[in-house]
Nanobody, 125 residues
């Protein structure tokens, strides 16, 4: 059974850091691009970052560029989102998702095939 499990969320002060993990099972991570999305209460889901199956293509939404870094460790079946200089507007439930079609470049605007359950990130004083 395909499963994606996010972890690493929590509460942090503005300016702090968190590292989110997305661990997959039931399939080989090497063949999938991974996207990170977030959704705050009352707001639409937003694509935050993605990484291609090879790791050669990454994307960051402008609001997190320079603060967030996405990486993947296929041997551990895990994708990470390092979040630095966190701001209150980063508060949301963060989801990882897998896209099984192997494009050269990743995109948060295509449909993803599998989704995790989400992990809460709260940034407040």
């Amino acid at each position: 059974q395909v499963q994606l499990v996010e972890s690493g969320g929590g509460a942090v002060q503005p300016g702090g850091s968190l590292r989110l993990s997305c661990t997959v099972s039931g399939f080989t991570l090497d063949y999938y691009a991974i996207g990170w999305f977030r959704q705050a209460p009352g707001k639409e889901r937003e694509g935050v970052s993605c990484i291609s199956s090879s790791g050669g293509s990454t994307y960051y939404v402008d609001s997190v560029k320079g603060r967030f870094t996405i990486t993947r460790d296929n041997a551990k079946n895990t994708v990470y989102l390092q979040m630095n200089s966190l701001k209150p507007e980063d508060t949301a439930v963060y989801y990882c998702a897998a896209e099984k079609r192997r494009y050269t470049r990743c995109s948060v605007n295509r449909e993803y095939d599998y989704w995790g359950q989400g992990t809460q990130v709260t940034v407040s004083s």
